[in-house]
């Protein structure tokens, strides 16, 4: 029997940027699978290497090291001819949908667009019909079909930004912080929508957040970043109930909880900013309460595990 | 004389056609001293013009109406020389964005003296040392006086920030959501920050589009919905017997950790533009409860306990609001 490849699977990944003080190491050896009808999340906090993972992935970066495997086939490798084709296999959705739309053209003909690149002999009429029936699919009416996206609330333009990066029929579907720009009513909504297409559509996602609360309603798998490399990873629903990398046990004793009368004692310290710049030993170690002497020395390496972490003194 | 920051009937209103629209309409808020205040609302409900409202800022072609005062001081149609006392000195804001709200050519200490310069006779070395003191309250080092703003990350500008806010010891802080642009790490040092301000007597105004943050920090609670202050109360009463059906529409629409797949429960529709608010209850069409009474005319409060209000003719059962948690 032969098993289809993984949707994606991306193999030692890293990428580096030349900055004024030395180079900066975006990304470190990133390593991970997304198997069929999985979902994968990736968090963590700003400049921890998350977009740029996303980035790197989609080919919209080029690598400086590594692979990345799209149903099999070497992706980040690829001839420009050969990418193209691959990119069918993925649809890509970014944060603000305003600008990730073009405003010059109708919402059919935006929807429409990776259709015109991909099956340039495909006739206009149905191009559009198919525009329609994703635009159905997402929830919007044959009245926003002629509009332009200018004339649409955030919610919607989210919907058609979805409709486009489904056309192609991917397996699979990068979501660059979807909902971040919207509201929280709006925001339940979309997520509503994400869930229940990829339940009906076999969707694979590969979901980039800096919010741990909406891990667990999209994805199976979570991925912790700092510093451009992975900290922990693992069954979203292990990874937040129990907590192995000092670094993830902070991100979610940070999030607010709804419950009032649960109210927090608050830490003042002062935050380094995340560092980037290499050196040795582990990049948290400045923020680490259980660092100890050997963490400026030795670089933790990702346990080869289901629930891994990268950390010499792990929470037990 | 009410001790605070009262806010009496305000109405902010745009020309609008031959007419004009509310932007906001009718908003009654009091923040005590030692008290923070979380004002909720999506987009669009007009809790940013409230605040600007309240420093006198709201743009000319905005017509204001009804009462805004700072321990007894009126700030609704105070002349330029009242406003610039007051702003600053009896009350202050933090902006969303540190980035865009300081000057890029100035260094902190620079931009922190003129604040302290303009409402205390200090020389120059006095003031430097109460900046510093400002600065060191908020978490940050003297050595943040040379800094400019591009060297120092988002937090650390968010303290400035808050440091130049309450260099000059305001009554009233107002902070127009303050952690939105900050990662979770650093959201939860702030808010411990604004909390210990509040509890060394401040008035706090913290607006925000985040229940978890108003859960965490605040004493009371205000929920705005398209102009109108839909719900509001003590802090506790307001979560566990909550009366609006758009604050709890809120809630449940907030993803929380452990939740697992469950489906969101969303709120279906948008928020209406100010200048086509349906009449009566602005959020009927969206409302699961809504009836034919709610299309007439203005909704009157109604008052849950002692300290919880709410504007709604159908409020929810303290046995519905008692699920969610």
């Known amino acids: 029997m032969t098993t289809s490849p993984p949707p994606l699977r991306v193999d030692r990944i890293s990428k580096r940027y030349q900055a004024k003080h030395g180079t900066v190491h975006a990304l470190n050896d990133l390593s991970f699978e997304i198997r069929a009808g999985r979902s994968m999340a990736i968090v963590g906090e700003s ?7 996303a980035y790197c992935i989609a080919g919209l970066q080029p690598v400086d090291g590594g692979t990345v495997y799209l149903a099999g086939e070497d992706f980040s490798g690829a001839s420009r001819s050969q990418q193209k084709r691959l990119r069918r296999d993925f649809g890509i959705v970014f944060q603000n949908p305003l600008s990730a739309l073009n405003p010059r053209m109708r919402i059919w003909q935006n929807v429409a667009e990776p259709l015109r690149v991909h099956e340039p002999d495909m006739v206009v009429s149905n191009r559009r019909q198919l525009a329609e029936s994703m635009l159905e699919r997402v929830g919007l009416g044959r009245q926003h079909l002629q509009a332009f996206p200018g004339e649409l609330s955030g919610g919607q333009l989210q919907r058609v930004v979805l409709a486009r990066a489904l056309i192609l029929n991917p397996k699979l579907v990068i979501l660059d912080e ?50 451009g490399s992975v900290v922990e990873s693992g069954p979203a629903d292990v990874v937040f109930a129990k907590p192995r990398h000092p670094y993830t046990r902070e991100l979610i004793q940070s999030i607010p909880d709804t419950s009032p009368g649960k109210q927090k004692v608050f830490r003042l310290i002062d935050v380094n900013p995340v560092q980037q710049f290499s050196g040795g030993g582990c990049a948290f170690r400045q923020r680490c309460m259980n660092a100890g002497a050997d963490c400026s020395e030795v670089v933790p390496r ?15 | 004389m009410t001790q605070g920051l ?24 009091l923040v005590r001293p030692r008290e923070i205040l979380g004002l909720v609302g999506e987009s669009g409900s007009g809790k940013s013009l409230t605040a600007l409202a309240c420093l006198g800022l709201t743009p000319s072609s905005c017509r204001v109406s009804g009462s805004v005062r700072v321990n007894g001081d009126e700030i609704v149609g105070a002349c330029e020389a009242t406003l610039t006392n007051l702003r600053g000195r009896r009350i202050a804001m933090i ?14 200490g620079n931009q922190m003296l003129g604040v302290i310069r303009q409402h205390f006779s200090l020389d120059r070395s006095q003031a430097t040392q109460e900046a510093a003191a400002a600065l060191k309250q908020a ?43 900050l990662d979770v790490t650093v959201q939860a040092r702030i808010l411990g920050l604004l909390r210990s301000l509040a ?39 307001v979560f566990s017997a909550t009366a609006h059906p758009y604050s709890l529409g ?34 009927r069409d969206r409302c699961t409860q809504a009836q034919e009474v709610c299309a007439l005319g203005a909704t009157p409060y109604t008052e849950i306990s002692a300290d919880h209000q709410v504007r709604c003719h159908f409020p929810i059962g303290k046995s519905q609001g008692a699920e969610l948690t």
């Open chain 2, 6 to 29: 009262a806010i009496d009937n305000l109405a902010l209103e745009f020309a609008h056609g031959r007419g004009r629209a509310a932007a906001v309409n009718g908003c009654n808020l």
């Open chain 1, 47 to 53: 400049g921890c290497g998350k977009t740029t993972a």
């Open chain 2, 95 to 108: 902006f969303q964005n540190p980035m865009t709200a300081l000057n890029p050519y100035f260094t902190i």
């Open chain 1, 178 to 227: 979807p909902t971040s720009a919207l509201d929280v009513s709006i925001q339940a909504q979309v997520l509503n929508l994400l869930q229940e297409l990829r339940d009906t559509l076999a969707l694979s996602y590969l979901f980039i957040t800096h919010n741990l609360a909406l891990v667990e309603v999209l994805t199976d798998d979570v991925m912790v970043m700092y510093a």
């Open chain 1, 302 to 316: 990702l346990e080869l595990q289901a629930h891994a972490v990268a950390c010499l003194y792990p929470i037990s």
């Open chain 2, 250 to 283: 809120l809630m449940q629409a907030s993803p929380v950790m452990g939740m697992g797949r469950r489906k969101l429960q969303a709120i279906s529709g948008v928020v209406p533009d100010f200048r086509s608010r349906p009449a009566g209850c602005a959020f």
């Open chain 2, 199 to 237: 509890d060394q007597g401040m008035g706090i105004l913290l607006i925000t589009h985040d229940l978890g943050v108003v859960a965490q920090v605040a004493d009371r609670v205000a929920v705005m919905y398209s102009g109108s202050i839909v719900e509001s109360g003590d802090l506790n009463q």
């Open chain 2, 139 to 181: 978490g940050l080092t003297e050595t943040a006086l040379n800094r400019y703003p591009h060297q120092m990350s988002g937090g650390q500008l968010q303290r400035a920030m808050i440091a130049m806010a309450i260099a000059c010891k305001p009554e009233i802080l107002i902070a127009d959501e303050p952690t939105t642009a």
